[in-house]
């Protein structure tokens, strides 16, 4: 029932899912798959008491699961409650230490905090865990920069790219070969980020912001 839960929430169909969840909670009230698949559809639909309330349940019922700690964490990240958050992610990575989501999670905490060096080492443990998810090099490459690094900062750009040529990427990457005035090079990266927009009319809304910077671009690159 738990996987057939999964399966509709990964359809977007979030009311049959939520009908398979709460069989299993049910039966088993420590189920944690079914206690964080429900918590995401709370948390999706901006339901935050009730997404908070199963993470409490379910981290005193699970004490030892991991992504019961790491779902916690992030829900008081988006609280900006940084030192709970901090707290419940050390939690989760001790329990699951090669689990490259908490590691990366941890780095978006220290990252927030302006600890560049220790977001530096869990977002490159992340890395090393999973080395196909295009995020973890693009922060990389920020950490680096805030790091003053930026030989290295360009080649996780350049990875982030070679694995995704997502829009955030690829303005974030062209704000920094701006920045070192390598106008031949921001221009063919400009172009690939032209091209999305173009196809994708109605784009994400996290992304209005990069587009509504394209005519500024477009004004330093004439």
Known sequence: MSILGGLYLKKREEEKA??????VVNLDKKYSKSLMGLESIYQNDGQEEE????????????????YI??????????????????????????????????????????LKNEQYVSSFIHMNTAANLNKNNYLIYL???????EL??????????????????????LFNYIVFLLRKNMLKETNEYFQKL?????????????????????????????
Request: net charge positive; proline share 3%; glycine share 2%.
């Open 194 to 222: 032209l091209k999305i927009f173009q196809k994708n009319k109605n784009n994400k809304d996290e992304y209005k912001l990069i587009e509504s910077q394209i005519p500024i671009i477009k004004k330093i690159l004439s």
């Open 18 to 23: 939520m009908k398979y969840y709460n069989k």
């Open 148 to 169: 003053n690094n930026d030989s290295n900062a360009k080649n996780c750009f350049q990875k982030a790219l070679n694995l995704k040529e997502e829009p955030d990427a």
């Open 69 to 110: 700690w790491n779902n916690l964490g992030m829900w008081y990240l988006s609280k900006e409650k940084k030192i709970f958050a901090s707290t419940c992610l050390k939690r989760a990575l001790y329990l699951a230490p090669f689990e490259w989501i908490i590691s990366f999670n941890l780095g978006l905490v220290y």
């Open 51 to 66: 997404s908070y309330n199963l993470l409490s349940t379910g981290h005193i019922s699970n004490p030892n699961s991991a």
């Open 139 to 145: 922060y990389l490459a920020i950490i680096c920069l």
